[in-house]
C-alpha cells in the first residue's frame, strides 16, 4: 500500500522560506516521478515542481525560489521554499506517479501573509 505524508507546512510572513517533506511508504521514490501539487482557496489544484529521471521541473511562478530534492535512502521528498509570497498560500500536496496512477498525500497548508 502507498502512503504519501507530507509535513512542514505553516505561517509564515511574505519574504520568508519553508521547508515541506513527503515521507513515501509501499514503494520506492527512486523509481518514480514524485513531486508537489498545491491547491490555493477557491482555485485548481496546479502543478509546482516534480522531480524524475530527466531532472526537477518547476512552475514558473516558482522557478529560482523553490527546490525540489528527493532522498534515495530516506525515501523522501522535500521541498525548500524561499522568498515566500502571499500567493504561494495553499494547501500543498505531495504525488507519487505510477504506471499512470497518482498517488496523493493528505496535504499541509502554507500560510504566506504579507
Known amino acids: 500500500q502507498v502512503q504519501l505524508v507530507e509535513s512542514g507546512g505553516g505561517l509564515v510572513q511574505a519574504g520568508g522560506s519553508l521547508r515541506l517533506s513527503c515521507a513515501v511508504s509501499?514503494?520506492?521514490?527512486?523509481?518514480?516521478?514524485i513531486g508537489w501539487f498545491r491547491q490555493a482557496p477557491g482555485k485548481e489544484r496546479e502543478f509546482v515542481a516534480t522531480s524524475s529521471w530527466n531532472g526537477p521541473k518547476y512552475v514558473d511562478s516558482v522557478k529560482g525560489r523553490f527546490t525540489i530534492f528527493r532522498n534515495n535512502v530516506q525515501n523522501t521528498v522535500t521541498l525548500q521554499m524561499s522568498s515566500l509570497k502571499p500567493e504561494d498560500t495553499a494547501v500543498y500536496y505531495c504525488n507519487l506517479k505510477i504506471l499512470g496512477n497518482d498517488y496523493w498525500g493528505k496535504g499541509t497548508l502554507v500560510t504566506v501573509s504579507s
Open positions: 509501499g514503494r520506492a521514490v527512486s523509481d518514480y516521478t
